[in-house]
C-alpha cells in the first residue's frame, strides 16, 4: 500500500520551455500532497503544499507562477515548471498524505530528474 | 525558524555492527517524527515513524525519542551493506516535514 508514482521519471529539455510532471497516488486518496527540490547532495526542500481543489500554498522564496500546481483530483497533483531554465535543473519529488491518516505520515514518489539545457 | 540537524557523517560501521543515526531538532511544538532512508539518485523511503517518548522497534530497527532533549535517534542492528544510503530525519509541524540534511551511513563487507 500506499504507492505514489511520477512521471516522467526524467526529461530534458531546451531552456525556455515548459515540463509538467504528474504526481499519482496510485492506492490510497491524497487531500494533500507535496512538491520537494532536491538539488546535489542537499536535502529535500519543500515548495509546495498542494491540496485537492484548492490553491496551493507556497514556501517562501518559490514563484508561484513559475512553478504550477494543480490538484484536481484526490489522486493527481502536477506541476509545470514554466519558461524552465538551466538553474532549475533538480531533482523533483512529489509526496502525498493518506487523507485516512492521522499523523504526518508522507510517502514520496520516485522522483523526476529535470535536465534543462 | 524550526531546523532539525544531523550530522553529515559519513558514518562508518562493519557488517554485523550496529549503527547508530542521532538527530536533533529545534521546536518544541513538534510532535512527530520521522525516518527516511535515500540510496543515492532515488526518492526517500519511509523507515518508521515515532511519536511517544521512548524506544519503537521494527524488526532491525529502533527509533529512540526524548522529547525533553529534543533527540531522536535511529539505532540498525546487524548493519548490511545494502543499509549503506543517506538517512533523513524529518520532523513533522502542522503537516509539513522539515528534514534534516541527512546522514551518510557506509557499512562495509
Known amino acids: 500500500g500506499a504507492v505514489v508514482s511520477q512521471h516522467p521519471s526524467w526529461v530534458i529539455c531546451k531552456s525556455g520551455t515548459s515540463v509538467k510532471i504528474e504526481c499519482r497516488s496510485l492506492d490510497f486518496q491524497a487531500t494533500t500532497m507535496f512538491w520537494y527540490r532536491q538539488f546535489p547532495k542537499q536535502s529535500l526542500m519543500l515548495m509546495a503544499t498542494?491540496?485537492?481543489?484548492?490553491?496551493?500554498?507556497?514556501e517562501q522564496g518559490v514563484e508561484k507562477d513559475k512553478f504550477l500546481i494543480n490538484h484536481a483530483s484526490l489522486t493527481l497533483s502536477t506541476l509545470t515548471v514554466t519558461s524552465a531554465h538551466p538553474e532549475d535543473s533538480s531533482f523533483y519529488i512529489c509526496s502525498a498524505r493518506d487523507r485516512l491518516g492521522t499523523q504526518e505520515t508522507q510517502y514520496f514518489g520516485p522522483g523526476t530528474r529535470l535536465l534543462v539545457l | 525558524q524550526k531546523e532539525v540537524e544531523q550530522n553529515s557523517g559519513p558514518l562508518s560501521v562493519p557488517e554485523g555492527a550496529i549503527a547508530s543515526l542521532n538527530c536533533t531538532y529545534s521546536d518544541r511544538g513538534s510532535q512527530s517524527f520521522f525516518w527516511y532512508r535515500q540510496y543515492s539518485g532515488k526518492s526517500p523511503e519511509l523507515i518508521m515513524f515515532?511519536?511517544?517518548?521512548g524506544d519503537k522497534e521494527d524488526g532491525r530497527f529502533t527509533a529512540q525519542l526524548n522529547k525533553a532533549s529534543q533527540y531522536v535517534s535511529l539505532l540498525i542492528r546487524d548493519s548490511q551493506p545494502s543499509d549503506s544510503a543517506t538517512y533523513l530525519c524529518?520532523?513533522?509541524?502542522?503537516?509539513?516535514?522539515?528534514f534534516g540534511t541527512g546522514t551518510r551511513l557506509l557499512v562495509s563487507p
Open positions: 524529518a520532523g513533522g509541524f502542522f503537516q509539513k516535514l522539515v
Open positions: 498542494s491540496n485537492e481543489g484548492s490553491k496551493a500554498t507556497y
Open positions: 515515532i511519536y511517544s517518548n
